[in-house]
T-cell receptor
Framework: GENVEQHPSTLSVQEGDSAVIKCTYSDSASNYFPWYKQELGKGPQLIIDIRSNVGEKKDQRIAVTLNKTAKHFSLHITETQPEDSAVYFCAASRGRDDKIIFGKGTRLHILP | DAGVTQSPTHLIKTRGQQVTLRCSPKSGHDTVSWYQQALGQGPQFIFQYYEEEERQRGNFPDRFSGHQFPNYSSELNVNALLLGDSALYLC????????????FGSGTQLSVL
């Protein structure tokens, strides 16, 4: 079955700098790649997603890139702010009728 | 517009007991997925319900069962609880015709003593 690896497990960046989180997946049939943000005491919240027919997608300070050949996808957060501190999960699935498989998460700390 | 609601928020049980967790999906959603999240780990897929049927199942034993009601709400049942079942149980809803986007509730924190 699908396996999603995520790194780093912990990331600390200075406020205003950029943060990058990387993931790899094993199932070449995967075609949907969402990213979720989980704050303390809350469930994960979808922040951005990308499909396999697109190489890059951007939404304000957040961008995702996908390399289908290498089975890599990444989350980029620019101009980080204190409210970006949270745990971020990457995930993958084969599509609408398929389960979504999550990575183990990256705890992002934004340092003042 | 209410999001996904789960009850209870916290629960303490002892080994061998049985537990039922409840979930109401986001308004308009018809599909419910359940995930188990151990401390410091990512959510692990348990199963998904659509049209009151279990559509998919992850690698969880038969002690884990579920149900979906005609109003799309759902229950997760766990029998013969083990210490290792202690985790945050997350419910996520989605729209079958709307694609894969999952909307999560805040979860039920289950502690097994």
């Amino acid at each position: 079955g699908e396996n999603v690896e995520q790194h780093p497990s912990t990331l600390s960046v200075q406020e205003g700098d950029s943060a990058v989180i990387k993931c790899t997946y094993s199932d070449s049939a995967s075609n949907y790649f969402p990213w979720y943000k989980q704050e303390l005491g809350k469930g994960p919240q979808l922040i951005i997603d990308i499909r396999s027919n697109v190489g890059e997608k951007k939404d304000q300070r957040i961008a995702v890139t996908l390399n289908k050949t290498a089975k890599h996808f990444s989350l980029h957060i620019t101009e980080t702010q204190p409210e970006d501190s949270a745990v971020y999960f990457c995930a993958a699935s084969r599509g609408r009728d398929d389960k979504i498989i999550f990575g183990k998460g990256t705890r992002l700390h934004i340092l003042p | 517009d209410a999001g996904v609601t789960q009850s209870p928020t916290h629960l303490i049980k002892t080994r061998g007991q049985q537990v039922t967790l409840r979930c109401s999906p986001k308004s308009g959603h018809d599909t419910v997925s359940w995930y188990q999240q151990a401390l410091g780990q990512g959510p692990q897929f348990i199963f998904q319900y659509y049209e009151e049927e279990e559509r998919q199942r992850g690698n969880f034993p038969d002690r884990f069962s579920g149900h979906q009601f005609p109003n799309y709400s759902s229950e997760l049942n766990v029998n013969a609880l083990l210490l290792g079942d202690s985790a945050l149980y997350l419910c996520a809803s989605s729209l079958e015709q709307g694609g894969e986007k999952l909307f999560f509730g805040s979860g039920t924190q289950l502690s097994v003593l």
